[in-house]
């Protein structure tokens, strides 16, 4: 989350992503903000690993999904546009080439626009880019772009966060300007605002419980630690997990009825 610098370029116009789930998968992995240095790990709810449940016709993840280094969604910051608060996360960012990633991956994208999920009452942007390799990245620089060269994904995206967490007896998600994608303009505006958010964070301004602000490279803050300290907090903290058998529900169809999903 610290570590790895947002801007890709000096141009800021190409971005570091850290991938946290490739495409087609289903184990729900995050940077775990708790944890010193901020390592990926599965999220776990009572006690269990946490999926996401396969959608008909969507399997897992549609996209490479992770999040933008350096950048901090306010939770005490009531954003003009959505009428809501900051998610204390990192922004999550859509990577939508044809390359399946792998975890922990860093690749650069460039912005292509926004969504505005409301989860719980709070402001969760879902960036929407492409890695700046892909084969048909050149043919995509704005929102407007995505329906030309990938019809329909852009539906398929909102419906995707509209109805993930119906299979866990959960209403369907609500977004920000009817679920309509904002321009590669706007969503720049959103992640320049949330690195700021973080540079207050990492340099103390603010004091949030619960955000591990340990880091290796970030000159002047005082949660600067020196690399070999750095290197014994991450092994201690990659041998207290154990391994779990995969859950069933990566196997299984949940199909729409009415407002709700049914299991196969």
Known sequence: MHDIPLY???AKTVFNMVVEVPRWTNAKMEISLGDPLNPIKQDVKKGKLRFVANCFPHHGYIWNYG???????????????????GDN???????IGSRVAKRGEVVQVKILGTVALIDEGETDWKIISID?????????????????VFPGLLKATVEWFKIYKIPDGKPENQFAFNGEAKDAAFATKVVEETHKFWETLINKTVEVIGISCLNTMVEGSPYLVAADAAEELLTKSSNEGKSEPHSDVIYKWHFREENSYSKL
């Open 8 to 10: 890709a370029n000096d």
């Open 67 to 85: 999040a933008l280094p350096q950048t901090w969604e306010n939770p005490d910051h009531l954003d003009p546009n959505t009428g809501c608060k």
């Open 132 to 148: 700046v390799n892909d084969p048909v990245a050149d043919q995509l620089n704005d929102i407007n772009d995505v329906d030309k």
């Open 89 to 95: 996360d990192p922004i999550d960012v859509l990577e």
